[in-house]
C-alpha cells in the first residue's frame, strides 16, 4: 500500500474531483463539490455571565443551498481570531457546552467553521469577557514529606502555569515557609531550615497581579549523621512541545547529584528508540544532557517515554524521568463523538464505502476529518478496533438508527 498527495489550483465551476488510473480509465476516488459554500450565523452564548465563568451554551445557524450535510469546528481566540484553539471538530449539531475553565481570560471570541466537505463558511461570536484564571504552581522537587538532616542541603525546583500568560516565571515565583521567605525563582537550594516539620510554599503571581499557592512539608531531624549514597534529580519529569514538522532535535539537561555520603556512580538509560540519554553512565554531582528526536511524528501527536536513573553499586536507588513530546496542537478538550461509529456521512447506517472510508483515515492516506464518526474513542486516529465496531455496525445495523 502506497501514499501520495496532489496539489491542484481550483477552478471555478468545479462539480467533482477525481483520482483516476489513467492507464485503465477506473475512478479510484471522487468527490462531489457542491456550487455553493454553507449559509451561517447567529453565534451566541446564552445564560452567560459577564464576565463568563464556568460552563455555557454556544448556539448558531446554518444552513446548505445545496442541502449537504454540514460539519462544525469550534474554534477559541484570545486576540480577535489571529491564533485559534480547537475546542471541537466535526461535530454534527448547531449547540456545544464550552467549559471555560481550561481557557484563557479576558477579551475572546468564539468560531464556527461550518464545511460540506469541501466549501467552508465561517462566523464569529460577539466580543465577550472570560473571567481571568489564577496561576496553577507545581512543586517538582522535593516531593511532599521529604526527610533530611538538620544542616543537608535542600533542592527546589517549581514552575507555574498561567492561562493568560503561558507561564510565571522569575522573582513572581515566591518561596516560604511561614512567615520566612527563602527566595523567588524556579530553582532553590537551602541548608538551614529548622529541625521539624516546615511547610513549605510556592506562591506564583501572574501579570494581573492574580496568585495561588500550593505546599509540601519538609521533616528535618537533628540526627547529624548522614545517609549513605543517596541519588537525587532535577527536573522529575521532562516536555517538549514543537511544531508539526519540526525535525530538529529538542534538548533537555538533568542534574544528577549525591545528596548523601561518600560517592555515587550512575547509569542513564531510555525506553524508547527517539529519546537519546548522554553520558551513558557517571558520578554525583553530574549533568545528564537528554535529546528527542521529533522526525517521523505526525501532527497532533502526543508520545511518552522514561530516563532512567540507576545507582549500579546501591541496589535498589533508581529515579525515572517522565519525558513528553508533543507534535503540534492538541485539543484542550475531547472532540465530540456523537452518532453511531462508522456512519461518516451521518445518514443512520455503515456502507461498504464508510468502511474504506475509514482504512484509509487509518493508513493516513485520507484526514479524520472525512470521517469523524469513525474516530470512536476521539483521539484523532482511527485503528483497527474501531474499524471492527463499524463493521459490526454495518452487520447488524445501527443502534437507534443514528
Request: hydrophobic share 40%; proline share 7%.
Amino acid at each position: 500500500m502506497l501514499s501520495f498527495s496532489e496539489v491542484v489550483s481550483f477552478v471555478a465551476g468545479t462539480t467533482q474531483a477525481r483520482v483516476v488510473h489513467r492507464p485503465s480509465g477506473q475512478v479510484l476516488v471522487s468527490q462531489v463539490i457542491s456550487a455553493n459554500p454553507p449559509v451561517i450565523g447567529g453565534v451566541a452564548l446564552r445564560g452567560a455571565s459577564n464576565p463568563v465563568t464556568g460552563t455555557v451554551t454556544l448556539v448558531w445557524n446554518a444552513s446548505d443551498p445545496d442541502g449537504d450535510v454540514l460539519r462544525f469546528d469550534i474554534l477559541y481566540s484570545r486576540d480577535g481570531g489571529a491564533s485559534l484553539q480547537p475546542l471541537a471538530i466535526g461535530l454534527a449539531r448547531t449547540s456545544l457546552q464550552v467549559d471555560t475553565a481550561p481557557l484563557g481570560g479576558g477579551p475572546a471570541l468564539l468560531r464556527i467553521v461550518a464545511t460540506d466537505g469541501v466549501n467552508t463558511a465561517r462566523a464569529d461570536s460577539p466580543l465577550f469577557t472570560v473571567a481571568n484564571k489564577p496561576p496553577r504552581p507545581r512543586i517538582l522537587l522535593p516531593a511532599d514529606g521529604t526527610r533530611v538532616h538538620f544542616g543537608q542541603l535542600v533542592n527546589f525546583s517549581g514552575e507555574a502555569e498561567d492561562l493568560q500568560d503561558g507561564g510565571v516565571s522569575g522573582s513572581n515565583l515566591v518561596w516560604t515557609a511561614g512567615t520566612r521567605t527563602l527566595g523567588r525563582g524556579p530553582l532553590l537550594s537551602v541548608s538551614d531550615l529548622p529541625v521539624g516539620t516546615n511547610r513549605i510554599a510556592l506562591t506564583a503571581t501572574n501579570s494581573l497581579g492574580l496568585s495561588a499557592s500550593t505546599t509540601i512539608n519538609v521533616i528535618v531531624d537533628d540526627d547529624l549523621t548522614l545517609p549513605g549514597p543517596t541519588l537525587s534529580l532535577a527536573p522529575s519529569e521532562i516536555a517538549w512541545s514543537v511544531a508539526a514538522g519540526t525535525n530538529q532535535t529538542q534538548s533537555a539537561q538533568v542534574t544528577i547529584g549525591n545528596s548523601g555520603g561518600g560517592n555515587l556512580k550512575w547509569t542513564a538509560s531510555a525506553d524508547a528508540p527517539w529519546l537519546l540519554a548522554t553520558p551513558a553512565e557517571g558520578s554525583a554531582p553530574g549533568v545528564l544532557t537528554v535529546t528527542a528526536d521529533p522526525a517521523g511524528f505526525r501532527a497532533g501527536t502526543q508520545v511518552h517515554a522514561n530516563l532512567l536513573v540507576e545507582t549500579p553499586d546501591v541496589p535498589g536507588q533508581v529515579a525515572t524521568v517522565p519525558v513528553t513530546l508533543t507534535m503540534g496542537n492538541i485539543y484542550a478538550g475531547p472532540l465530540v463523538q456523537l452518532g453511531c461509529a462508522g456512519d461518516c456521512d451521518a445518514d443512520g447506517s455503515v456502507t461498504i464505502h464508510e468502511l474504506v472510508t475509514m482504512v484509509n483515515v487509518a493508513l493516513e492516506n485520507a484526514p479524520i476529518a472525512s470521517c469523524t464518526r469513525g474516530d470512536v474513542n476521539s483521539d484523532s486516529e482511527i485503528t483497527i478496533d474501531e474499524i471492527i465496531t463499524a463493521v459490526n455496525n454495518a452487520l447488524n445495523g445501527c443502534a437507534g438508527g443514528a
